[in-house]
């Protein structure tokens, strides 16, 4: 399991690749990324993310172990950024290595779904008007119902 | 025992941390300490469905024990990913 939480921007393809190259016995790897996403009106200056530091990684740790004792799992590789990103940043990935798709998948999906609402970041998007810090939706909630 | 306090729960207050000094058996009773302190503490705390609170690092409920802990933090729900 690699669980890493930073400040600094990460290369996508140079992580899968990497992550993907440590085991050849794996058939399949799935992963999801998190971009920074401009507010309809288009007026997104900038977000940040405020993270505690310490319970982050220790509830990021469970869900991942939680997902590698429900599913078939080589490895799972999260990391997720803090501080200050600009829209179309990357603001985080999963990936799940797997012997079949089928776990890959559904162990990403879970790890999506548990990470939005039980790892301490907190978002706050800033626009010419002042800032504003993300509400919680109920849909991520009600989304570990199916798990 | 160490109070942590993020995002705008942290703002409301107007510090990231501080050592209470306290006898409160449960987080209810720790939130009702805090409460009666001052108005910021008052309106941080106004509606608790709008908060949740870990203590040791670990998610938990405002009736759960704070016996032998060493930290409790409050915050909104997360929003990562």
Known sequence: ?147 | MDVLYFAWVRERIGLPKETVQTQAATVMDLVEELRAREERYAAAFADLTALRVAVDQDLTDFDAPLKDAREVAFFPPMTGG
Not at chain 1, 47 to 59: D, L
């Open chain 1, 1 to 147: 399991m690699i669980i890493r939480v930073q400040e600094a921007a990460f290369d996508l393809g140079e992580e899968a690749n990497r992550f993907a190259a440590q085991r050849s016995d794996m058939g399949a790897m799935v992963t999801f990324t998190g971009i920074v996403r401009d507010l309809a009106r288009g007026d997104l200056d900038r977000m940040v993310i405020e993270h505690y530091p310490g319970m982050t990684e220790r509830a990021l740790e469970k869900i991942a172990r939680e997902a590698q004792d429900r599913w078939s799992l080589g490895d799972v590789l999260v990391i997720h950024r803090y501080g200050d990103m600009a829209p179309g940043e990357q603001i985080m990935m999963v990936a799940t290595l797997s012997p079949h798709r089928k776990d890959a998948f559904e162990a990403a999906e879970f790890l999506m779904d548990y990470l939005k609402s039980r790892a301490p970041f907190w978002k706050k998007e800033f626009t010419s008007d002042g800032a504003d810090w993300v509400e919680s939706k109920s849909d991520d909630e009600d989304a570990l119902g199916r798990w």
